[in-house]
């Protein structure tokens, strides 16, 4: 089936640590984005990528990194300058519509 | 730049009355439209969307909304609600760049 795979489901970040949340999709979409959800404030956007090799900041993007090397993978790292990465992180590509993976809940230990 | 406000954060409803979800945008040029619904842990799935045309827009699940260019909204509506939709959903528009703003979204509680 088509759509979008995002994993882990669940994944815990030490202090000082930078973790990689993965999203692979098989739907041949040139458009990938990352979105963060907290409690209350909706989907913001972290990163997206247009096309392979190329990627802009979204509007959190401080303490996130990116890269765009193949066109079914958005890899997304969490890096230690994100002081609060506890979240819920969804992946998403571009068709006639956005298509959204199941999500990976991060918490800090 | 875009905006999308959802004005309730909470609405509980009896099942089997009717839900009315509001979403109100901020956009300069004529808006393309979303509501999405994510069940508790999960991804955002599309209910409809509104491009163009006519105004009234049926999605699934037994979903409709109704684009308001005079007032900037596109409330989500169903008229009868089953236990099946608590959910949270969220209303988002379209912007330059292929990229969406979401509302902060309403988190629907179904009553037996």
């Known amino acids: 089936d088509g759509g979008i795979t995002q994993s882990p489901k669940y994944l815990f970040r030490k202090e000082g640590q930078n973790v990689t949340l993965s999203c692979e999709q098989n739907?041949?979409?040139?458009?990938m984005y990352w979105y963060r959800q907290d409690p209350g404030q909706g989907l913001r956007l972290i990163y997206y990528?247009?096309?392979?090799?190329?990627?802009q900041k979204g509007d959190i993007a401080e303490g996130y990194s990116v890269s765009r090397e193949k066109k079914e993978s958005f890899p997304l790292t969490v890096t230690s300058a994100q002081k609060n990465p506890t979240a819920f992180y969804l992946c998403a590509s571009l068709g006639d519509i956005q298509y959204f993976g199941a999500g990976t809940r991060l918490s800090v230990l | 730049a875009q905006s999308v406000t959802q004005p309730d954060i909470h609405i509980t409803v009896s099942e089997g009355a009717s839900l009315e979800l509001r979403c109100n945008y901020s956009?300069?040029?004529?808006?393309?439209l979303f509501w999405y619904v994510q069940s508790p842990g999960q991804g955002l799935q599309l209910l409809l969307k509104?491009?163009?045309?006519?105004?009234l827009v049926q999605g699934i699940k037994g979903f409709e909304a109704e684009f308001k260019r005079s007032q900037s909204s596109f409330n989500l509506r169903k008229p009868s609600v089953h236990w099946s939709d608590a959910a949270e959903y969220f209303c988002a528009v379209k912007a330059a760049g292929n990229k969406l703003t979401f509302g902060g979204g309403t988190r629907v509680l179904v009553k037996p």
């Open positions: 509104y491009f163009s045309g006519d105004t």
């Open positions: 990528s247009q096309i392979v090799n190329d990627f």
């Open positions: 956009y300069g040029a004529t808006p393309y």
């Open positions: 739907l041949n979409h040139d458009a």
